[in-house]
């Protein structure tokens, strides 16, 4: 298992210590840094999606309001 040293803020270092008083603090770090680094992974797969559908928008075919309304009314039971 590998070491890491951070350098917090005291008062940080000190709600940790006392919101996890009772827990394994290196499991405690672990599991958020587990956290942080799906959530970056999530944020990276949402930013590239969204390039990608704007990348595709580009090429997509136009229409103007009117030709919209006229499909949406065309399509209504």
Do not use: Y
Not at 29 to 45: D, G
Not at 69 to 76: F, M, P, T, V
């Amino acid at each position: 298992m590998a070491t890491v040293n951070f350098s917090v803020p005291e008062e940080v270092k000190q709600a940790f210590n006392e919101t996890f008083k009772d827990r394994n603090k290196s499991a405690v770090i672990a599991e958020l840094m587990r956290e942080a680094v799906e959530r970056a992974r999530q944020r990276q797969r949402q930013n590239e999606s969204i390039d990608r559908i704007l990348e595709r928008r580009q090429h997509a075919p136009s229409i103007t309001e009117e030709e919209f309304r006229a499909a949406r009314e065309e399509g209504r039971p």
